[in-house]
């Protein structure tokens, strides 16, 4: 179920298409269409509309009738959080309310329900936003990112939101971002609010933003920096191996030693010898193979030559 602490979904892309808004609008705008199409940053749609809503909807098509999961207010560099699990409040409903009166509905809605109903505590939260620029589109003005909304230091929301959705519900014109991300969920993630002006277009805050409640950080840059260390990472251990593999040191260990002390020096019978080079000076590991030590026999009495190219090996890499 949906509840306080787990992560609402939302990957935003953001397409700057004109006339979007116009789409779900069959009435006659012509004055409005003469506008600009106006766009507005995410933390600025927070700040200009502070009441926010989040539901499953059908594929794009939120209607009258879809129910609210969750009410958002926000307000200065707060949020309250109201569940709205335990009341059926839709789409429908709130169109017809200023955002005052719908608060205040809302909370008479809840306390009805539960005689336990507490207002929501106003927390600090933050918008971290990472953007990533879209390989696959052409549009440079399209940016992709994620936006968690942290509460009090804890991401609870990591909304996966593909696009900006706009559309008239009963009352009012409502638009936001709809993640349509999560092939295992049949019904679309809406994070919407109600705005006077159906043409606006929301997009994601900018990397050099002053703003103190967001950060917006290059994350996918990061994550293909990431991808790319890992692979080095790899590719050395492989290098490393084979250097290890390649030395002659290893087939005189698997003839002499192996059988004691492991098919990768792991230890068995005798202990762990992976770290034996930091243990031991190169003299002491031909005298130990050699000579034996405590519970170890000799075993390479008579092989000086072997004996030092394997003392040899367990001091290069046997270490840390
Ligand atoms: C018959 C089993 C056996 C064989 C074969 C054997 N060892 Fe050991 N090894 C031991 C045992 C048992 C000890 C633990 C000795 C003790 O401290 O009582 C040991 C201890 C050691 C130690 C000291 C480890 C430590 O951390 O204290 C080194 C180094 C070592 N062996 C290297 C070798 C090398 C190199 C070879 C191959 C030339 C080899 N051993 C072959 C049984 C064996």
């Known amino acids: 179920m949906y509840g306080k602490k787990k992560w609402i979904v939302m990957v935003v892309s953001m397409v700057f298409m004109l006339g979007l808004a116009a789409c779900s609008d069959t009435d006659d705008k012509d004055v409005e269409e003469e506008e600009e199409e106006k766009t507005m940053v995410f933390?600025?749609?927070?700040?200009?509309?502070?009441?926010?809503?989040?539901?499953?909807?059908?594929?794009?098509?939120?209607?009258?009738?879809?129910?609210?999961?969750?009410?958002?207010?926000?307000?200065?560099?707060?949020?309250?959080?109201?569940?709205?699990?335990?009341?059926?409040?839709?789409?429908?409903?709130?169109?017809?309310?200023?955002?005052?009166?719908?608060?205040?509905?809302?909370?008479?809605?809840?306390?009805?329900?539960?005689?336990?109903?507490?207002?929501?505590?106003?927390?600090?939260?933050?918008?971290?936003?990472?953007?990533?620029?879209?390989?696959e589109s052409d549009n440079s003005e399209e940016k992709t990112g994620v936006i968690d909304v942290v509460i009090d230091e804890e991401e609870i929301a990591f909304v996966a939101w593909e696009q900006p959705i706009s559309q008239t519900i009963g009352e009012a014109d409502f638009i936001g971002l709809v993640n349509d991300g999560d092939p295992e969920v049949d019904a679309d993630e809406l994070f919407i609010t109600r705005v006077d002006e159906p043409s606006l277009t929301i997009t994601l805050d900018q990397p050099d933003t002053t703003k103190s409640v967001v950060t917006v950080q290059e994350w996918m840059e990061r994550q293909k920096q990431k991808d790319l260390e890992g692979q080095d990472l790899e590719a050395l251990a492989e290098e490393e191996l084979e250097k290890i593999n390649n030395h002659p040191g290893a087939d005189i260990y698997a003839q002499n030693c192996l059988s004691c002390h492991g098919e990768n020096l792991e230890g068995s019978i005798g202990p762990d010898l992976t770290l034996a080079g930091d243990r031991f000076s190169e003299e002491e590991l031909k005298d130990i193979s050699q000579n034996g030590k405590d519970n170890m026999p000799p075993i390479m009495s008579d092989n000086e030559e072997d004996a030092d190219v394997l003392a040899e090996w367990l001091s290069e890499f046997m270490k840390e």
């Open 43 to 135: 933390s600025d749609a927070l700040e200009q509309y502070p009441v926010w809503f989040y539901l499953h909807g059908e594929p794009n098509e939120p209607t009258k009738d879809s129910t609210i999961r969750e009410m958002f207010v926000f307000e200065g560099e707060q949020i309250q959080q109201f569940d709205l699990e335990p009341v059926d409040i839709t789409l429908g409903e709130v169109s017809e309310y200023s955002d005052e009166e719908l608060i205040s509905y809302v909370e008479e809605e809840l306390s009805a329900a539960s005689d336990s109903y507490e207002e929501p505590e106003a927390k600090n939260y933050t918008l971290d936003i990472h953007l990533f620029d879209d390989d």
